[in-house]
């Protein structure tokens, strides 16, 4: 009994160093940062032939690469990833606005650009000219994203339908095709999705609601040190060009201007 007593505790003991279940975990000597993301977000994080690729992915692999982390990217669909955030599945989420309600459950890095949300609609669409023209349209939103309050908060009687998809796919073939008549996205996704990819919808008017990016976690003493620790990585990388260097990359500009 004693033997299978002692056996039982070493093997709780070593379970128990897998991971600190506060924060990033270490395996094998390695430090790994589980990072939640949809894997359809062109440009900013997106899967493609096995391997994770976007905008927010190349920030992420410069900060973490300077703090010695690897990454694990662990993907779902948005309610997925916040659902994964609030249980401790995952470390952090991409793409991620730093909003006031988001604040009571979370902490954040310093904010590394900020996004703007914008309307979309089919090319031949004439009745749709800015945000201002979607009262009375069906207007289509990803489930657990940031812009429907953004659109909310700015144009509290917009008096548009809005309507909750699960992913990007389905709505660009429904605003295309007419069965939808305008998207609220985020302004540097539309603009890569319709320059790079050829999906069938125009930007409809001026962006509006900037809103700070970074990276949430749960308030824990180990998460609070390695924001820290990411703040200045920030701070470096902003000094040095590199996240100018990766806008440029990706959008053909420099988006940190305009924060």
Known sequence: ????????????????????????????????????????????????????KGFNVDIYNAIFDELGYEIEWVLTDWTGVLANLDTGNVDTASNFALTPERGEKYIFTDPYYHSKAAIAAAPGNEEIQSVEDIGGKDVGTILGTNFQNVLEDQYPEHGGNIV????????YRDVGSGKLDAYIYGRE????????????????????????????????????????????????????????????DWYGEDIFTED
């Open 1 to 52: 009994m004693k033997k299978w007593t002692f056996l039982l505790s070493v093997l709780m003991l070593i379970l128990a160093g897998c991971s600190n279940g506060d924060g990033a975990s270490a395996s094998g000597g390695d430090k790994v940062i589980k990072i939640g993301s949809s894997p359809d977000g062109y440009p900013t994080s997106y899967q493609q032939d096995g391997e994770m």
């Open 164 to 171: 909750d998809y699960e992913n990007n796919e389905v709505v």
């Open 189 to 248: 996704q539309l603009l890569a999705m319709i320059n790079d990819k050829d999906i069938p919808l125009k930007i409809a008017g001026e962006p509006f609601g900037s809103q700070p990016v970074g990276l949430p976690f749960k308030d824990t003493k180990e998460n609070r040190a390695l924001i820290e620790d990411i703040n200045e990585v920030i701070g470096q990388l902003k000094q040095d060009g590199t996240l100018t260097r990766i806008s440029e």
